[in-house]
């Protein structure tokens, strides 16, 4: 039972344009999202998160969007860089004291020079 | 850097074999967390402790353990090797009630 859906498993990009990874999800007791970076042989890198109560975050070029009532959020880069290519991981949690992180499949996302 | 330790970076081994994981958290963090890629899963919770005691378990196999010494630095423990057990294992950490989540380097096991 796939809670967190990453429907893309990728993305190309042209450099310069917006990245727009999308991330569904099932469980409605979710209480806080995040997205991680993951590039080859090195742990997930926290990106950025939201919490339930929000349906917007920024930091940077990144922006995470929450729509509860239709389970999904998205993280959008812009503008879109080269050293953004990576498998980016879209994950839940739940409230205080169930912190552990269900994960998405990810989307692998490539930038075009 | 996250500042999340993990050794050894690659461990090859034999089916039923016994091998440890290491995992140092953050200076600070008493929340630890065991995650394992496979490469036909994503990233699965394992388990969860916090200052010393079990606070979570995930899908985590009877033949796996593990357990947070008063250092903080946390051990997982695998037995009875299989193949199937061959992935990748990450070890985060979080302050405490904290959702963000920070991740070592990870352990790639192959069991041959």
């Known amino acids: 039972d796939q809670q967190v859906k990453q429907n893309s498993p990728s993305l190309s990009v042209q450099e310069g344009r917006i990245s727009i990874l999308n991330c569904d999800y099932t469980?409605?007791?979710?209480?806080?999202f995040l997205w991680y970076k993951k590039y080859p042989a090195e742990g997930p890198t926290f990106l950025i998160s939201?919490?339930?109560?929000?349906d917007k975050n920024e930091d940077g070029r990144f922006t995470v969007f929450l729509n509860k009532s239709a389970k999904h959020l998205s993280l959008h880069i812009v503008p879109s860089q080269p050293g953004d290519s990576a498998v980016y991981f879209c994950?839940?949690?739940?409230?205080?004291?169930?912190?552990?992180?269900?994960f998405g499949t990810g989307t692998r996302l490539t930038i075009i020079p | 850097d996250s500042g999340v330790t993990q050794t050894p970076k690659h461990l090859i081994t034999a089916t039923g074999q016994r091998v440890t994981l290491r995992c140092s958290p953050r200076?600070?963090?008493?929340?630890v967390y065991w995650y394992q890629q496979s490469l036909d899963q994503g990233l699965q919770f394992l388990i969860q402790?916090?200052?010393?005691?079990?606070?979570a378990k995930g899908n985590i196999l009877e033949r796996f353990s593990a357990q947070q010494f008063p250092d903080l630095h946390s051990e997982l423990n695998l037995s009875s090797l299989e193949l199937g057990d061959s992935a990748l294992y990450f070890c985060?950490?979080?302050?405490?009630?904290?959702?963000?989540?920070?991740f070592g380097p990870g352990t790639r096991l192959t069991v041959l």
């Open positions: 469980n409605s007791m979710f209480d806080y």
């Open positions: 994950a839940a949690s739940g409230s205080f004291g169930n912190e552990k992180l269900t």
């Open positions: 939201i919490s339930s109560i929000k």
């Open positions: 985060a950490s979080s302050v405490r009630g904290a959702h963000e989540q920070f």
């Open positions: 200076s600070g963090d008493l929340s």
């Open positions: 402790y916090y200052n010393g005691e079990e606070r």
